[in-house]
């Protein structure tokens, strides 16, 4: 295989993104939509959050198989980040475990800020036949 990259990601949704934004109430918990990791090799998520007032976000990832299996939280990763409190621009590497989708868990931590939107756009090197 040769690399030819990077690449942005288009996500599983109907129709398919290169970048998603996904809102979180206060307290609360949300999922973007999945993304094949099929053909791909080193990940990289860029991510951004906004709200009205100071948000405070950790960012986890899930992988799973197939979509005939759950998600589960990989439990040699530690998280993406335990606390996004700006709304600065961030990227980040990602080291995934071998299966073939992925998710970004998304929790608001903080009890008082309810339109938290965390937007997302994952990055990889394609893969190509030598």
């Known amino acids: 295989m040769i690399d030819n990259g990077p690449v942005v990601v288009k996500n599983l949704a109907d ?3 290169t970048e998603e934004a996904v809102s979180v109430g206060a307290d ?3 999922y973007s939509e999945a993304w094949s990791l099929v053909d791909l090799s ?3 998520l860029e991510y951004k959050v906004a709200a009205t007032g100071t948000p405070s976000v950790k960012l986890e990832l899930q992988q799973r198989s197939s979509p005939d299996v759950g998600w589960s939280d990989p439990k040699t990763l530690a998280d993406i980040e ?5 709304k ?3 990227s980040t590497q990602l080291f995934l475990i071998t299966l073939a989708q992925m998710r970004i868990k998304i929790t608001e931590l903080t009890t008082t800020v ?3 939107v965390v937007t997302l756009r ?3 090197q394609k893969r190509y036949e030598a």
Do not use: G, W, Y
């Open 42 to 44: 080193s990940f990289a």
């Open 122 to 124: 994952l990055s990889a």
């Open 28 to 30: 609360a918990i949300a």
């Open 15 to 17: 129709p398919r993104a």
């Open 82 to 86: 335990s606390n996004v409190n700006d």
């Open 114 to 116: 309810s339109d938290t």
């Open 88 to 90: 600065n621009q961030h």
